[in-house]
């Protein structure tokens, strides 16, 4: 069952997301060869701690830290670590803003140093798919109308995109429904209603989409090592169109 959020749920969200995006302008200062994702992981406790708010990943179904840190081949639930970034990384920062109970979650890219240029259209590409998708989260069209505004945009730059992890509702967990895959037919799937509340979170990849577990149980990579994105933002249907509830 999809939960309809009232006007006062999504303004506490919105709350949520504004720390979120607070917490991510300050990340990209930090991003720097030499940089550490356990630095990060630490930062982002004392920066939820100071604003009122908690990690709510933290815990979920047994996974351990605040953030999910995700370098280059590795597409999401990288574990934080202490081995250094260097120039030319990616990283992907996640993570889900528990405040006064109300969620919000996005995900965010970060070059460190100087990338190449296949991955500066690989970020380009995989940011614009986001908002393409966006776009198309408006009261009265389908879930498949996001994902087919994701999937033929991002293989028409010569792109792959991930099949194994979607977007999803949120709030008052993390994860509820609707689904929301980033692929697709356009017209098909749930009607869109205003008052949903779900995350868009394309993870667009450089070679194929297909994806390895690691032992770990949570991170997932490329089957072929090549280099993967994401951008996700929380977006709620209002009726003046879609409201991102995580902008930056």
């Known amino acids: 069952m999809i939960v309809l959020k009232s006007e006062r749920e999504i303004q506490a969200m919105h709350e949520s997301g504004k720390i979120l995006a607070g917490c991510h302008r300050e990340i990209a200062k930090m991003i720097a060869p030499g940089v550490t994702t356990w630095e990060i992981e630490e930062f982002v406790e004392k920066y939820l701690k100071q604003a009122g708010a908690k990690p709510e990943q933290k815990g979920y179904k047994g996974y351990e830290y ?19 970034l260097k120039s030319g990384d990616i990283v992907t920062i996640d993570m889900v803003v528990n405040h006064n109970g109300a969620l919000a979650d996005s995900a965010w890219t970060y070059k ?46 010569g792109f792959s995109v991930v099949r194994d992890f979607i977007g999803h509702g949120i709030g008052p967990s993390i994860h509820e429904k ?54 996700e933002h929380t977006i709620a249907l209002t009726k003046n169109g879609p409201l991102i509830l995580t902008e930056q």
């Open 178 to 231: 609707p689904e929301i895959p980033h692929y697709g037919l356009p017209h098909k799937g749930a009607r869109l209603k205003e008052g949903m509340v779900f995350t868009i979170e394309p993870m667009i990849n450089v070679g194929t989409y297909k994806v390895v577990r690691h032992p770990n149980g949570w991170t997932a990579s490329t089957a072929d090592n090549k280099y993967s994105a994401q951008y």
């Open 66 to 84: 605040a953030t999910c840190a995700s370098i280059n081949e590795e597409i999401c639930h990288g574990y934080p670590r202490k081995t250094p």
């Open 112 to 157: 460190v140093g100087t990338v190449s240029e296949e991955i500066e259209r690989l970020l380009s590409v995989t940011k614009e798919s986001l908002y393409r998708g966006i776009e198309q989260a408006v009261i009265g069209n389908r879930i498949g109308d996001i994902g087919h505004a994701i999937q033929s945009y991002a293989e028409g730059e």
